[in-house]
């Protein structure tokens, strides 16, 4: 069965950066390499929204939102994504989770919190 827990969330400060990761297990059918895999946040309120993909080709995608502050890579050999987080504002509070893509509802882990003080 397929589990994805995500770290690496915390509280710090507008401007301040993370590194989000997300590690897999439980690929059986394909191998984590074979996916597109994804970054989404929930803040309160709201509905969980995308905001990083990557193929299996390494190509990314990012929403508007966070072009050119954030940027997510994979290590198909750890089974881990990640994403940096940087330049990060007050609107970036939420909780972080992974999933493939298009994503898998039984994939949903705990996510891992940011919260961006101002």
């Known amino acids: 069965e397929v589990q994805l827990v995500e770290s690496g969330g915390g509280l710090v400060q507008a401007g301040g950066s993370l590194r989000l990761s997300c590690a897999g297990s439980?690929?059986?059918?394909?191998?984590?390499?074979?996916?597109?895999i994804g970054w989404f946040r929930q803040a309160p309120g709201k509905e969980r929204d995308l905001v990083a993909t990557i193929t299996r080709g390494s190509s990314t995608n990012y929403a508007d939102s966070v072009k050119g502050r954030f940027t997510i890579s994979r290590d198909n050999a750890k089974n881990t994504l990640y994403l940096q987080v940087n330049s990060l504002k007050p609107e970036d509070t939420a909780v972080y989770y992974c999933n493939v893509v298009p994503p898998v509802r039984k994939y949903w882990g705990q996510g891992t919190q940011v919260t961006v003080s101002s």
């Open positions: 439980g690929f059986a059918a394909a191998p984590f390499a074979d996916y597109s």
